[in-house]
């Protein structure tokens, strides 16, 4: 069983930058799919990005462009770098881990662009 602990979120104006960090134990996850989703108030979990075991990108298209997602096989963990950020971008970030059918989801971390 993967464990995947997300850090990074915290209070930001709009137009700054922040850096998810999600590390996983219990299992390497090197084959793994990684990526991010996420929930703000009242609305449904949405995909934000992943990444495969050969590098291959995937991003919604409201964050296209202004959010890049990275592995460390090494470290056994997947960033998530948020650049002009904007009130929208206002959620709380899941990191997952998903092999075949199996998905593994983390705590969460919440994000919150305001002025």
């Known amino acids: 069983q993967v464990q995947l602990v997300e850090s990074g979120g915290g209070l930001v104006q709009p137009g700054g930058s922040l850096r998810l960090s999600c590390a996983a134990s219990?299992?390497?996850?090197?084959?793994?799919?990684l990526g991010w989703y996420r929930q703000a108030p009242g609305k449904l979990r949405e995909f934000v990005a992943s990444?495969?075991?050969?590098?291959?990108?995937v991003y919604a298209d409201a964050v296209r462009g202004r959010f890049a997602i990275s592995r460390d096989n090494a470290k056994n963990a997947v960033y998530l770098q948020m650049n002009s950020l904007k009130p929208e971008d206002t959620a709380v970030y899941y990191c997952?881990?998903?092999?075949?059918?199996?998905?593994?989801w983390g705590q969460g971390t919440q994000v919150t662009v305001s002025s």
């Open positions: 997952y881990a998903r092999r075949g059918i199996q998905t593994n």
């Open positions: 219990g299992s390497v996850v090197s084959m793994y799919v």
């Open positions: 990444i495969t075991s050969s590098m291959f990108t």
